[in-house]
Structure formats: structure tokens, C-alpha cells
């Protein structure tokens, strides 16, 4: 290999250097003179055409296709750029890209090759077409599932607690497995069985819902698998579906189900586990083809110790725990159920209603002993029978006052009282809205204002 002594005339003098970093290239490298004739490749080049680079030195590619060193050569040009393409005596397809060099006066130095070989390059252009096709498929999944989401009604969550739960749920949803939510009365387990149902591959079929502590004993086996004609006195005379037959192809949802008869539960359990039911009164069965979902407010788990509720049916309904947290433990969801309850009732009873700051406050204070059940009652109540359109302090049921207000503000200091309901209620409006200058202007302060108080109260944003 001989170097052109343009390189030193112009005092590079590092070339050597240079050139050892480029022997150890993965890609190949090829420097030819103005001509194109060839004075170095590097080791690469050998790897990527299957030949000797000392069969290049001093030559052109005139040279090597007289030679059938390669067998075609095609080119295109653009501004001080050549793109070959070449097939090697081995068979090799090689891609290469020529640009001319020139030193800082302008003169010419010499033209640098990059050589890759034509099937690296078509694998990774496969894996990027594979990987855009994954990225596709992904982003369509993301967007049928952000799409579920938006479309979802009643479904309003906030707190990290609550959207762990909508989060688990997208995971399961797709799945047959039975699942049983738990929680205190009111928290909203009939919302979450109905998003596990919207989510689920069973979203088109019916979704059936039975309070099995409300129906009388002798009842509820009728209502579960139903009944055929003569079953029983008072029985009709057509018979009638059970809830089980009536929900398939989709969702049933056995609320209360700690509250089921100890009789019942052997047959409930060959229920599930067979998948058919024997209608009263008939000899065939019937086949199933639904999910099932059991909700509960009692400690299933300790009345299975105490043997008032089945062991086996407790493992059967219990594939997948889901436990909704109280209202008091989720205290960030207050104000946005709030909001949301206020726009349904005042768009049912066709009124326009709004809650006033310090009422957004004493809301978020108060402990909901009936969760968010209570916090819908008080709501429409509150809809129904103010006449004026903005909810104020005054207007809240007295066990709300009364917890609040003696609470959180008569035993402090009025300075204090009015910092930490501002703190509180600038804390909500910022959660609220997309910026501060949109928060500000519900709060009805400038923007300074606003960012000052930001700063005062050390409120994170």
C-alpha cells in the first residue's frame, strides 16, 4: 500500500493514526485517488467481498470488471456522491458509496468508499420492515385499548390506586378467567365487573347482573338456572330462562355473593365448573358459554375459615382477586367524581349546577363512610333541590359540616384556615386543568397571582 504524498505534503501527519482506526472498522473502508485508482482497503473489505484487497491496489473499476474481479457495476450520482453497486467473482453483491474529499483550500484529496454487502444490508432492511410491522400492530392494539377507555362511561379514575386497577384489568379483561372483586358497600364493584365486561372479547354479548342477597331463598335457584313448566306452584306455564342461559355469550355478575345459601353453593359450584346448569324441574342440561364475575363486601376468606362459605367455591370464583379501595384511602378520585356526578344530574334534570371552591375543599376532608355511592346520593340531591346554580358550604348535608368545619377550621387560626383551603383548592384546580393559566382563570386570579401563591404555599405542580 502506498499513500500519495499529498497526504504529508499537506501535513496530516496523524494519517497513520487515522488509518489504523479505520483497519479496525466493521464496515468497509476504500480510499482511491482522483483517477480512482485504489491505494488502501481495510480488512473489512476482504470479509465483505470474499477477495484479497492487495488485488485492488493500483487499480480502478475499469480494471476489475477487464479482470472479473467484478462482474457488473452500476452507479448513480449525485453533489460529490457515487453510489455503486457491484457483484463480486464470489458471488458477493456489494453496496458502495464514493464521496471526494477535499482540504480546507479546496483541493482535492482523495474519494472515501464505504463498502457494505447488499444481503446485510436487505436484513436489516427486513428487520425494520418487521419491526415497523410490530410497532403497527402495537400501536393499533394501544389504540383499540386507549379507544375502549374513551368510550367507557362511569368510569372515572385519578388516584394511582384506581388506575393500578383499570391497568390490571386491560390485562385480564381479554381472558374467560372468573374474577372476584372486593370492597366496601358502595366503592363501585358493579362499575369495575361492567369495565371488566366492555374490555373483554365478550363486550357485544349481554351483561347480567343479580343482588344474590336481595332474592328470598326459595327464589334464587329459579332465577340462577330457571325453570321449566309445572317446575313448581305459581311457576309459569312457558317456564323461563335462567340468568346463566339468558347472559350467553357474555358477562354474569353475582353480586353479593357471600350472601348465597350454603345449598345452593354445591350447585352454583358444578355450575361453574361444568360449564351447564338443570333448569328446575327439567332433565337436560343446558350448556354455558359465559364469564363469571362474583363481587362481595364481606371477608369471603374469614367466612371460609369460619365454614359458612365453601372452600372449593371460593377458589373456583376467586382465579382473579380484584379489591376496590374505600373513598377515604382514594381521596384524589373525591373531586373528579364530584364533577363528574354534577354533569350527569345537571344534564338529567336539566339544570346547569357548580361547586364553589371551599366546597370542592370540605368534600375532599370528609370521610364517605358510604363511598362513592354517598357521594353520587349527595350530589344529585343537592342538583335536585337547590334552586340557586352554585353549591356552597352552607348547602352540604350537616354531617358534612359538621366533620369539615370543626375538623380542619374552627380550631385554627384564620390566617392559617384561609393558607390551607387555598392550598388545597389551588392543589385540586392545577390537577384539574391542563395549565396553570387555566386554572387560574377558573379561579378567577391573574396568572401572577396564581404562579405567586404556586411559589408561597411550596405547592408542587
Known amino acids: 500500500m502506498k499513500v500519495p504524498d499529498i497526504f504529508y505534503d499537506k501535513g496530516i501527519d496523524s494519517?497513520?493514526?487515522?488509518?489504523?482506526?479505520?483497519?479496525?472498522?466493521?464496515?468497509?473502508?476504500?480510499?482511491?485517488?482522483?483517477?480512482?485508482?485504489?491505494?488502501?482497503?481495510?480488512k473489512a473489505v476482504e470479509r465483505i467481498t470474499g477477495g484479497r484487497r492487495e488485488d485492488l491496489y493500483a487499480k480502478n473499476v475499469k480494471d476489475l470488471l477487464k479482470e472479473g474481479l467484478i462482474i457488473n457495476d452500476k452507479k448513480s450520482f449525485s453533489k460529490n456522491i457515487i453510489n455503486m453497486s457491484h457483484r463480486t467473482m464470489t458471488g458477493v453483491e456489494v453496496f458502495i458509496t464514493s464521496v471526494a474529499v477535499y482540504d480546507k483550500n479546496g483541493d482535492f484529496l482523495c474519494y472515501v468508499s464505504n463498502y457494505r454487502e447488499m444481503a446485510e444490508l436487505n436484513d436489516i432492511q427486513r428487520e425494520l420492515e418487521e419491526t415497523q410491522a410490530r410497532s403497527h400492530t402495537y400501536y393499533m392494539e394501544l389504540k383499540e385499548l386507549r379507544n375502549r377507555f374513551l368510550n367507557l362511561e362511569d368510569v372515572v379514575v385519578k388516584s394511582k390506586e384506581m388506575n393500578l386497577i383499570v391497568e390490571n384489568v386491560a390485562k385480564f379483561a381479554p381472558t374467560d378467567a372468573p374474577v372476584l372483586i372486593t370492597g366496601e358497600s358502595g366503592v363501585g364493584k358493579g362499575v369495575i365487573a361492567k369495565l371488566i365486561h366492555k374490555?373483554?372479547?365478550?363486550?357485544?354479548?349481554?351483561?347480567?347482573?343479580?343482588?344474590?342477597?336481595?332474592?328470598?331463598?326459595?327464589?334464587l335457584e329459579a332465577e340462577l338456572f330457571g325453570y321449566k313448566k309445572g317446575a313448581f306452584t305459581g311457576a309459569s306455564k312457558t317456564g323461563k330462562p335462567g340468568?346463566?342461559?339468558?347472559?350467553?355469550?357474555?358477562?354474569?355478575?353475582?353480586?353479593e355473593i357471600a350472601e348465597i345459601p350454603s345449598k345452593l353453593q354445591v350447585k352454583l359450584l358444578k355450575a361453574i365448573q361444568d360449564q351447564e346448569v338443570y333448569p328446575l324441574g327439567g332433565t337436560n342440561p343446558v350448556k354455558l358459554d359465559v364469564r363469571i364475575i362474583c363481587a362481595t363486601n364481606r371477608d369471603i376468606k374469614k367466612m371460609v375459615d369460619n365454614g359458612t362459605f365453601r372452600n372449593d367455591l371460593y377458589?373456583?370464583?376467586?382465579?382473579?382477586?380484584?379489591?376496590?379501595?374505600?373513598?377515604?384511602?382514594?381521596?384524589?378520585?373525591?373531586?373528579?367524581?364530584?364533577?363528574?356526578?354534577?354533569?350527569?344530574f345537571s344534564?338529567?334534570?336539566?339544570?346547569?349546577?357548580?361547586?364553589?371552591?371551599?366546597?370542592?375543599?370540605?368534600?375532599?376532608?370528609?370521610?364517605?363512610?358510604g363511598n362513592v355511592r354517598e357521594l353520587?346520593?349527595?350530589?344529585?340531591?343537592?342538583?335536585?333541590?337547590?334552586?340557586?346554580?352554585?353549591?356552597?358550604?352552607?348547602?352540604?348535608?350537616?354531617?358534612?359540616?359538621?366533620?369539615t368545619t370543626s375538623e380542619n377550621y374552627l380550631n385554627i387560626p384564620l390566617k392559617e384556615a384561609k393558607k390551607r383551603l387555598e392550598t388545597e383548592l389551588i392543589k385540586q384546580m392545577l390537577a384539574q386543568s391542563r395549565s396553570i393559566r387555566e386554572a387560574a382563570r377558573r379561579l378567577g386570579i391573574n396568572h401572577s397571582t396564581l404562579i405567586k401563591k404556586i411559589k408561597d404555599y411550596n405547592i408542587k405542580k
Open 376 to 403: 353520587e346520593n349527595i350530589i344529585e340531591r343537592l342538583v335536585v333541590t337547590l334552586e340557586k346554580d352554585k353549591i356552597y358550604p352552607q348547602d352540604l348535608p350537616e354531617n358534612i359540616l359538621k366533620n
Open 15 to 42: 494519517f497513520e493514526k487515522l488509518l489504523y482506526l479505520i483497519e479496525n472498522s466493521y464496515d468497509g473502508f476504500v480510499l482511491s485517488d482522483k483517477k480512482g485508482n485504489i491505494f488502501y482497503a481495510n
Open 243 to 255: 340468568i346463566f342461559e339468558m347472559a350467553q355469550k357474555g358477562t354474569i355478575l353475582l353480586d
Open 199 to 219: 374490555m373483554s372479547n365478550r363486550c357485544e354479548g349481554p351483561f347480567i347482573q343479580i343482588n344474590c342477597g336481595a332474592i328470598p331463598e326459595t327464589l
Open 347 to 369: 344534564k338529567k334534570y336539566n339544570k346547569q349546577k357548580s361547586l364553589s371552591p371551599n366546597v370542592c375543599t370540605m368534600l375532599q376532608t370528609y370521610p364517605w363512610p
Open 315 to 344: 377458589y373456583r370464583i376467586n382465579v382473579i382477586p380484584v379489591h376496590i379501595p374505600p373513598l377515604r384511602e382514594r381521596r384524589e378520585d373525591i373531586i373528579p367524581l364530584a364533577c363528574y356526578f354534577l354533569e350527569k
